[in-house]
């Protein structure tokens, strides 16, 4: 072989090595699914400070999709599948079916029976089927130790909205409460078990997500020690840093923050104005464009239309005072409205 040819095979071996090496970078996530929904779009999305980014959108044909793309790492995706029709102007939140789905460079497949949903079927009633990401192996670990839990947790609220009786409604509510401590405690041990995973960074940071903060800021402080030696130096840590001192803000014997919020008047109110003393009252934050914010306002009227003296603030962070009125006016929202769009930094 003369040096020409010599030269030109190493540049094709070279070529294909590069190719190889390229395309092991992508991931490609083929999916079937079930029902209705031949037209229907399907998402990869990401939620974040600036917003919803896709990584990947296609429509169902013949009940399969197929979604490719580039992660440098494993990364946290919701799973979108928009059953409205293509056009529709003012979604039905109701049809919107989404997962959490842990997205590696590696092929992946996704299952999933949508027959009879929405109608018959709500989403905690689906479990689709995700192979191919090992970080999604670990969050399906944590479902499955979830699980006779949250079961048992559902059948809690079943009784505790079919009996009438308050001194039973009251022992049903302390033992939904040693429920939740329970997975409050189950959650704990899988993050220490499992500490260079994201899933145990995104359970952690969840953790600190919720309003009011379920633990105290002494406890916040142990927890954030789980994951230091693994996270620290990760351009995520800043992110749960922050999410922590923020869960202080409304940790177990901390005074909730006092502020300024916008009735839909126009009026600036301070919020401690509109809490009734002697009274419970929940503090509850939503976006117009936060769909599972939107998915929960059903079971807010209900819970509003059966207890009285439970008072419900809702507190929007929309951007656009339009945008608010407009969602607050197709949801029907009768009781207490504010906005503030820099609430949450606050909180």
């Known amino acids: 072989m003369n040096k020409m040819k010599m030269k030109t095979c190493m ?6 090595v590069l190719a190889m090496a390229a395309s092991a970078q992508n991931f490609e996530m083929k999916g079937k699914v079930k029902g209705n929904v031949d037209g229907c779009s399907v998402m990869l999305q990401k939620y974040g400070l600036e917003g919803v980014t896709n990584l990947d959108s296609v429509t169902i044909k013949n009940g399969e999709f197929t979604l490719k793309g580039v992660v440098n790492q494993p990364e946290q995706y919701q799973m979108v599948i928009d059953m409205n029709k293509p056009g529709t102007a003012e979604p039905d939140y109701q049809k919107i079916f989404s997962t959490r789905v842990y997205v590696e460079n590696k092929p992946m497949t996704y299952d999933v029976d949508l027959t009879g949903f929405p109608a018959e079927r709500d989403m905690s009633m689906i479990e689709p089927v995700v192979k191919g ?3 999604q192996d670990i ?4 479902l499955e130790l979830m699980s006779p839990i949250q079961d048992k947790m559902h059948k809690m609220d079943d009784s505790i909205n079919q009996t009438t009786d308050l001194a039973q409604r009251v022992a049903l509510a302390k033992e ?3 429920l939740q401590e329970e997975m409050r405690h ?3 041990l899988f ?3 499992h500490t260079t995973s994201l899933v145990a960074f995104d359970l952690l940071l969840e953790s ?4 009011p903060t379920p633990y105290t800021s002494q406890q916040i402080d142990e927890m954030m020690g789980w994951l230091k030696n693994d996270w620290s130096s990760s351009a995520q840590y800043p992110m749960l840093q922050m999410q922590a001192e923020m869960a202080k803000h409304t940790a177990i014997g901390n005074h909730y923050i006092d502020g300024t919020v916008v009735t839909p008047e126009g009026k600036q109110v301070k919020l401690s104005s509109l809490i009734k003393k002697g009274e419970y009252t929940m503090l509850e934050f939503w976006a117009s464009w936060c769909r599972p914010c939107r998915q929960e306002i059903p079971h807010l009227k209900k819970v509003h239309e059966k207890y009285k003296d439970f008072n419900i603030i809702s507190i929007s962070v929309d951007e656009r005072d339009a945008d608010w009125k407009k969602a607050m006016a197709k949801e029907g929202m009768t009781w207490t409205q504010v906005r503030n769009p ?3 930094a606050v909180w």
């Open 11 to 16: 540049m094709t071996l070279a070529g294909l």
């Open 133 to 135: 990401s090992t970080t």
């Open 139 to 142: 969050y399906q670990a944590y």
């Open 176 to 178: 939904a409460i040693k």
């Open 186 to 188: 189950q959650t704990s």
């Open 191 to 193: 993050i220490q078990q």
């Open 208 to 211: 600190f997500s919720s309003l």
């Open 342 to 344: 820099e609430v949450l």
